[in-house]
């Protein structure tokens, strides 16, 4: 059995989804060696938390210790390109957080290129992305994209019945919205690189990208892509009406980032996905998934799922029972699972991710789907800001 030693570069929500997640990895022996975030003290208290014996007070002293095979990045989206290269230089294989990078400046400080900002992003976004996947290329490392909705259950499901039905899929729906977020770096343009498109459509356009892409070496030996998108945008919770309310049951601290979003994908197959994300949307967590095809229906229900229905007529009843992620009540009648992270896929991806090392093999999320969600989101802001349909580079 193949010990691989991993570092964990960041402390936060993400990072503790992966270090449970990677603690149930099995055939492979996996050891978290080694933890580094910004905060000492709240890297020290994740440490002790997921077992991890040593605390580095930095990512280069991290990556500086020669025993660990694998850094997973899991830190404010800004900070993704210069870690990712300088661990790939440093020999490391790497687990990066969606989105794999993007773009970071902010349009009070482009002047007179203002109405250009889109445009400037989707280069300066491609660019930081090729920098990564060079720079991985050059020095012969693994990159991994943390995309858990290639992973969950019912996706892989969904493959399985498209094999077999070998219907033409015509129509994706899908959506991933909830209230807020639990980063304050997911706020600021500056930090975050967009808003909902991007940190919570990542999720259901990968998905999307991922099933074309299927299909089409399924049938032809070749992915089908994107070819075009229409989007639209916006700051949705910074509307009068909604100003005007006393009490605010969604996040409202949301600084200069879109807060809803719609874009509408078509294939090269002349295909179509509808995709939305909100951070305006009550009740906890949607991940859905639908997927029309020529001979069949199939509807991915993550979250929520009716697995595990509870209902109590006070929220105290359940206080000290995990219930949902972003749930805003455990009063009334409210969705569960027996497992949460694993119907969202979460240990299956670190599975993938740690035999892909041992086995010395390509990821099924890799950084040519992270590339791709990239190009889509970013020419669905130039759409969204121009009001017109952007055409994708060819493939």
């Known amino acids: ?93 790497i687990i990066c957080e969606k989105p794999i990078t993007g773009f970071f400046g902010s349009r009070e400080d482009m002047n007179d290129q ?62 991933e919205s909830h209230s807020g977020s639990h980063a304050k770096a997911s706020k600021r343009l500056e930090t975050a690189g967009g808003g909902s498109l991007l940190i919570l459509g990542s999720h259901p356009i990968a998905a999307a990208i991922h099933l074309k892409n299927f299909e089409g070496r399924l049938k032809g030996g070749k992915p089908i892509r994107v070819q075009s998108v229409i989007a639209d945008t916006s700051p949705i919770t910074q509307s009068p009406a909604f100003q005007a309310e006393e009490k605010h049951w969604v996040v409202t601290d949301w600084v200069n980032v879109e807060t809803w979003a719609s874009i509408i994908m078509t294939f090269t197959d002349g295909t179509k996905a509808v995709i939305f994300a909100s951070f305006a949307v009550l009740g906890g967590i949607r991940n859905v998934l639908d997927i029309y095809t020529s001979n069949s229906v199939i509807k991915c229900n993550m979250t929520p799922n009716d697995g595990c229905m509870i209902y109590a007529p006070h929220p105290d009843i359940f206080e000290q029972e ?74």
């Open 114 to 175: 203002k109405e250009q900002y889109s445009k400037l992003a989707l280069e300066g976004a491609l660019k930081s992305t090729d920098d990564i996947l060079k720079a991985v290329e050059q020095n012969k490392v693994k990159f991994m994209y943390a995309e858990n909705w290639i992973y969950a259950p019912s996706v892989i499901k969904a493959k399985r019945l498209l094999e077999a039905g070998s219907g033409t899929i015509l129509d994706i729906r899908a959506e």
């Open 1 to 93: 059995m193949k010990k691989i030693i991993v570092g964990i570069i960041g402390s936060g929500f993400s990072a503790s989804l992966h270090a449970e997640a990677l603690q149930k990895v099995y055939g492979v022996e996996v050891v978290i060696k080694a933890v580094a975030g910004n905060s000492r003290e709240k890297a020290e208290a994740f440490a002790k938390k997921h077992h991890i014996p040593v605390v580095y007070a930095t990512y280069r002293d991290l990556l500086e210790d020669e025993e660990i095979d694998v850094v997973d990045l899991c830190i404010p989206n800004v900070m993704h390109a210069q870690i990712a290269i300088e661990a790939a230089q440093a020999g490391k294989h």
């Open 322 to 395: 995990y219930i949902a992620e972003k749930l805003e009540t455990k009063a009334g009648w409210n969705y569960t699972t027996p497992d949460e992270d694993w119907i969202r896929g979460y240990p299956q991806e670190m599975q993938d991710f740690m035999e892909s090392i041992a086995e010395d093999r390509e990821p099924v999320s890799d950084g040519q789907l992270a590339r791709d969600v990239i190009e889509v989101i970013y020419s669905a802001y130039v759409s969204a800001e121009t009001g017109m349909r952007v055409e994708l580079a060819a493939q």
